[in-house]
Antibody, heavy 119, light 103 residues
Framework: EVQLVESGGGLVQPGGSLRLSCAAS????????MSWVRQAPGKGLEWVSV???????YYADSVKGRFTISRDNSKNTLYLQMNSLRAEDTAVYYC?????????????WGQGTLVTVSS | DIQMTQSPSSLSASVGDRVTITCQAS??????LNWYQQKPGKAPKLLIY???NLETGVPSRFSGSGSGTDFTFTISSLQPEDIATYYC?????FGGGTKVEIK
């Protein structure tokens, strides 16, 4: 059974850093493209970043230069390193699995982890 | 970036009603359009991919159609468990969402 479990969220001050983890089971993260998607309180979904099976990475303009997506194949875990955090980064962060052979289609999502950026 | 305009932003319908949501792309996206359902406090769930393909295990009352710039998502007979917010998505862009409530 495919499962994604996020962790690492919490309260952080503006300018601070946080690393989110997404532990996968039931499949291999390096075989699929994987994304982070966030949702600010009461708002819609916003794509954040993607890592392809070949290792290519892409970011939303709003986080480019501050966030880094990566994976550890030995731990079958996806990460999102978030630096220089701002109040507007406050959101629930979801990791999502891309469907191999489909274009930007996400069939499994984690339960989400809340990041709050506040002093 | 391609813009996705989803409408309406909310709707209220009775159980058994047919519900339709539209999503318009700012340029031709072929059939690269997905629909997700999100219930309060839960993660999004894929319902429809590539505009009209029903994800495995999703009830057949959900359907999608369209290509190019104009897309439609339909619930043929609204059920109480369908109360949720629905999003269209194309590549890295999500529509603004449609909150569906029971009248």
């Amino acid at each position: 059974e495919v499962q994604l479990v996020e962790s690492g969220g919490g309260l952080v001050q503006p300018g601070g850093s946080l690393r989110l983890s997404c532990a996968a089971s039931g499949f291999t993260v390096s075989s699929n493209y994987m994304s982070w998607v966030r949702q600010a309180p009461g708002k819609g979904l916003e794509w954040v970043s993607v890592i392809y099976s070949g290792g290519s990475t892409y970011y939303a303009d709003s986080v480019k230069g501050r966030f880094t997506i990566s994976r550890d194949n030995s731990k079958n875990t996806l990460y999102l390193q978030m630096n220089s955090l701002r109040a507007e980064d406050t959101a629930v962060y979801y990791c999502a699995r891309g469907v191999v052979g489909a274009t930007w289609t996400f069939d499994y999502w984690g339960q989400g982890t809340l990041v709050t950026v506040s002093s | 970036d391609i813009q996705m305009t989803q409408s309406p932003s909310s709707l209220s319908a009775s159980v058994g009603d047919r519900v339709t949501i539209t999503c318009q792309a700012s340029q031709d996206i072929s059939n690269y359009l997905n629909w997700y359902q999100q219930k309060p406090g839960k993660a999004p769930k894929l319902l429809i991919y590539d505009a009209s393909n029903l994800e495995t295990g999703v009830p057949s009352r959900f359907s999608g159609s369209g290509s190019g710039t104009d897309f439609t998502f339909t619930i043929s007979s609204l059920q109480p468990e369908d109360i949720a917010t629905y999003y269209c998505q194309q590549y890295n862009t999500f529509g603004g969402g449609t909150k569906v409530e029971i009248k």
